[in-house]
């Protein structure tokens, strides 16, 4: 048979495409932290996993901006900024960076809750070694 | 209330009917008395053969135009006693009911005269026997559930899907059958709606040939399910039409369902006391290895684990952390783990033939004085007969509210 038995891959994919699609270092770190979470509360189901790990990533509009939580600015340009961000009038503010609201492409905040709400009669308490 | 002849009901869960007089055909099964409890999320059509009187507490009860039971449903069991069909296959997406469907099926043939068995597969929502369980049961009447059903085997899985548990499901399923195979004239396997994706193929086209069905009836909406039978002759397939707008089972709604079953299971259950002279643990890699016998501060047990596979220890509860870093240090290759991470974790307590004669949770293990206490509804009668404690993946809380996983390889 030419199918995979385990949903690993998809893990796996997800994390390669990842790779692929940005640049930041500590934006992906975070992510990839999410996602090792994810597996310590559902060790049993990776392809549950891989499915919140595709839902982590959230895109928003700018005045759904939380100025608490850490934000990827994408400018039209290409480059990333990564950190927790506010706005003002004619900026967004990345940590110290003050980028123009016509130059922002994309922004995203990463979505802890993934299994809360995606799956949430899997949310247990993590039994400890 | 009073029911006319030829008027058909569907009572929807959770509901309780009693017939009180009148004659009603019941998925397969005529009745003439007798109590029926619908759980939530469930629904049960009632055929009134002879006008009589019900009375219905609870849920929905919808009169209907006409019977939702396609006529093919009645020419199968006839067409398996004339083909002389020992092994059905029942296949079907989630919610296109599998279970209602054999239970029609099952009900049929015994009044055919026909010893009929039912294999339910579907181990995250187990109608016969314990959840996790593949478990097999004997038509010896009528039943209106499958949960009704007594177990006949139990073969145990202890993982709620068969993802990530394919061989030890898939040896289930060979177990379960072969047995069903010298104990019934016919039997019917109920399976999961795991159908699609890599999964779901492989599993199920391993389960086909494990089974090597006389008959394959697919419950589908379109041809979602042509792509496991292509290998299959065309005069083994039955193919019936499903409603394409059949009910769907939320997520909570199915773990409430779980839950009803566990509740039920562990409701009965007492903690039972095993010495480990008497049970071995199986599917784990605790009690597998050579016990090292040295002294080892803070360490209950040290196995050396065969070929590459490293250590095992147990380490004490209140173990300091300097101490573990310190061990494992030393052991690098080591999977380790305190007692009380064993606790509550879901076990089959298995005869020397594999089979669960129940299902249990640890409640603790004193490794220094080699014995386990497990939380079961086994009967003291059968405790002599308990040769393996076989591990599990998930846990369950002493009511049997599901209560999280177990990491895989961990122990």
Redesign the interface.
């Known amino acids: 048979m030419s199918f995979w038995e385990n949903d690993f891959v998809q893990m796996q994919d997800f994390t390669d495409s990842l790779l692929e699609s940005y640049e930041n270092q500590e934006f992906i770190i975070d992510v990839l932290k999410e996602i090792g979470s994810l597996r310590k509360r559902v060790p049993i189901n990776p392809g549950i996993v891989a499915m919140c790990a595709r839902n982590i990533i959230k895109a928003v509009k700018p005045e759904e901006v939380d100025k608490n939580a850490k934000h990827l600015v994408v400018t039209i340009d290409g480059n990333e900024y990564y950190g927790e961000t506010h706005i003002t009038p004619e900026m967004l503010v990345v940590e110290n960076y003050e980028i123009p609201q016509k130059e922002v492409s994309k922004i995203f905040v990463l979505n802890m809750k993934t299994l809360e709400e995606l799956w949430p009669t899997l949310v247990f308490d993590i039994r400890e070694r | 209330m009073d029911i006319q002849k030829k008027e058909i009901y569907l009572g929807k869960g959770a509901i309780e009917i009693k017939i009180n007089s009148g004659r009603f055909e019941i998925i397969g099964g005529e009745y003439t008395e007798g109590t029926f409890k619908i759980p939530q999320g469930k629904q049960l059509p009632f055929i009134c053969l002879e006008s009589g009187s019900l009375d219905i507490t609870g849920g929905e009860w919808e009169k209907l135009e006409k019977s939702t039971i396609p006529a093919i449903w009645y020419e199968i069991p006839e067409m398996v006693k004339k083909n002389n069909v020992k092994k059905i296959l029942v296949y079907g997406e989630v919610d296109t009911g599998k279970s209602f469907f054999s239970t029609f099926i099952a009900n049929r043939l015994m009044d055919m005269g026909l010893k009929t068995g039912v294999i339910d597969t579907d181990t995250g929502q187990s109608d016969i026997g314990a959840p996790g369980t593949i478990g097999y049961g004997l038509f010896d009447k009528k039943y209106s559930s499958l949960s009704s059903v007594p177990v006949e085997k139990e073969y145990f899985i202890g993982?709620l899907?068969p993802?990530?548990s394919?061989a030890v499901f898939l040896a289930g399923i060979s177990k379960v059958a072969q047995y069903a195979s010298k104990t019934s004239d016919v039997f019917i396997m109920d399976t999961t709606g795991w159908v699609h994706g890599?999964?779901g193929?492989?599993i199920k086209?391993a389960k086909t040939d494990i089974v090597d069905p006389d008959m394959a009836i697919l419950l589908q909406r379109g041809t979602e399910l042509e792509h496991l039978v292509q290998h299959l002759p065309e005069s083994k397939i039955v193919r019936i039409k499903v409603s394409k707008s059949a009910s769907f089972t939320s997520?909570?709604v199915?773990?409430q369902l779980r839950e009803t079953i566990s509740k039920r299971y562990f409701k009965n259950a007492k903690e039972v006391e095993f010495s480990l002279d008497q049970v071995n643990f199986e599917r784990t890699y605790l009690g597998s290895g050579v016990i090292e016998h040295g002294d080892f501060l803070d360490v209950l047990r040290f196995e050396k684990l065969p070929a590459w596979e490293g250590n095992l220890m147990v380490f004490a509860e209140n173990i300091e952390q300097k101490q573990k870093a310190e061990l494992l240090a030393k052991y690098p290759n080591t999977r380790?783990?305190?007692p009380s991470?064993l606790?509550?974790i879901y076990v089959g307590i298995a005869d020397s033939n594999g089979f669960a004669l129940s299902v249990g949770t640890i409640q603790k293990v004193d490794f220094l004085n080699k014995k386990i206490t497990v939380l079961t509804p086994l009967a003291d009668s059968t405790k002599d007969k308990a040769a393996f404690i076989q591990m599990g993946?998930?846990?369950y809380e002493k009511d049997g509210t599901?209560?999280?996983?177990?990491?895989?390889g961990?122990i």
């Open positions: 993982n899907s993802g990530g394919f890599d999964g193929r492989s086209r997520q909570e199915r773990r380790w783990f305190r991470y606790k509550d993946l998930t846990r599901e209560a999280g996983f177990v990491v895989p961990s």
